[in-house]
């Protein structure tokens, strides 16, 4: 059976609950990309980014009640530094 290629966390960021779809840490990647997935994974769940220290841009009260009322999913944005091991460029692979 293959492994899986994501999994779901369940968060609180920012005193809002989160579903988080994260990508699953392959078992066979090299050292760079399980770092880099690793780095992306506790930033995702926290909101804080231990690589660069990013910060999640959190929705404002207004988005947050609309997206409530009309039963939206709000997708949640992190700019991370130039250099922060979370950014994959698709070279980690090998
Ligand atoms: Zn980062």
């Known amino acids: 059976m293959p492994e ?9 960021i920012g ?3 989160a579903l988080i779809v994260q990508p699953s840490i392959p078992d066979g990647a090299s050292d760079a990309l399980k770092n880099g997935l690793a780095i ?3 930033a995702n769940v926290t909101g ?26 709000i997708h949640l944005a992190m700019e991370h530094e130039h250099g ?3 950014l994959l460029d698709g070279d980690e692979a090998a």
């Not at 899986?4 to 609180?12: F, G, N, R, S």
């Not at 959190?58 to 999913?73: F, V």
């Open 4 to 12: 899986p290629l994501y999994d779901v966390t369940v968060a609180e």
């Open 15 to 17: 005193g809002q609950r």
């Open 40 to 42: 992306r994974r506790a």
């Open 48 to 73: 804080h980014c231990p690589g660069c220290g990013a910060r999640v841009q959190m929705p404002n009260r207004q988005q947050r009640r609309a997206a409530a009322r009309t039963g939206k999913i």
């Open 84 to 86: 922060c091991g979370a």
